[in-house]
């Protein structure tokens, strides 16, 4: 089955910093990879996605890039702030059922 | 609220007890997925729904755990015989996926299972 490696499973940044989190998948056959911010106590939360068809997505301070080759994919957040403290999560789709393999997680802090 | 909704948000149950969680997914998703989470850990896929067909079971975690979406809208997780190892957190997620461009799952906040 998949399997999806995170990296760093901690990361601190000071306020106005980038923060760059990596993944590696295995399946070849996945096409979909989402990134998920959680904050303590609160659910999942969709923060940007790409599909394997594109190399890479922004969305204002987020993008995120995809290697189908190499097989990994980052997220990048510029200018980073306070309330981007939380754990990130990545994930690949995969199969009809498209159901996510998940990341360990990523526990971000940014630091006034 | 339109998003993904669970009930309970917390159950505390004596080891051995049979408990039942529900979801209710966006309207117009015809995908509901389970996932359990653990502390300091992702999400991990338990089973789904395409409407009220369960295409997928081969991840539940025993036979204890079944799930149930009767009329395609909401579903049931229900864990019979609880044990200790069960105590985390159930989350589920829902899709549209009507079409291939629909991969956004959304997530519901969650049913935190204490077995005592």
């Known amino acids: 089955g998949e399997n999806v490696e995170q990296h760093p499973s901690t990361l601190s940044v000071q306020e106005g910093d980038s923060a760059v989190i990596k993944c590696t998948y295995s399946?070849?056959?996945?096409?979909?990879f989402p990134w998920y911010k959680q904050e303590l106590g609160k659910r999942p939360q969709l923060i940007i996605d790409?599909?394997?068809?594109?190399g890479e997505k922004k969305d204002q301070r987020i993008a995120v890039t995809l290697n189908k080759t190499a097989k990994h994919f980052s997220l990048h957040i510029t200018e980073t702030q306070p309330e981007d403290s939380a754990v990130y999560f990545c994930a690949a789709s995969h199969g009809s059922a498209r159901q996510l393999t998940f990341g360990s997680g990523t526990q971000l802090t940014v630091l006034p | 609220d339109t998003g993904v909704s669970q009930d309970p948000r917390h159950k505390i149950t004596k080891r051995g007890q049979n408990v039942t969680f529900r979801c209710d997914p966006i309207?117009?998703?015809?995908?509901l997925y389970w996932y359990r989470q653990t502390l300091g850990q992702g999400p991990e896929f338990l089973t789904y729904?395409?409407?009220?067909?369960?295409?997928?079971k081969s991840r539940l975690l025993s036979d204890r755990f079944s799930a149930e979406r009767p009329k395609g809208s909401f579903s049931t997780l229900e864990i019979q015989r609880t044990e200790q190892g069960d105590s985390a957190m159930y989350l589920c997620a829902s899709s549209l996926g009507v079409s291939s461009s629909s991969y956004e799952q959304y997530f519901g906040p969650g049913t935190r299972l204490t077995v005592t």
């Open positions: 729904f395409q409407n009220e067909a369960q295409l997928e």
């Open positions: 399946d070849s056959a996945s096409n979909y």
């Open positions: 790409i599909r394997s068809n594109v």
């Open positions: 309207s117009e998703h015809n995908r």
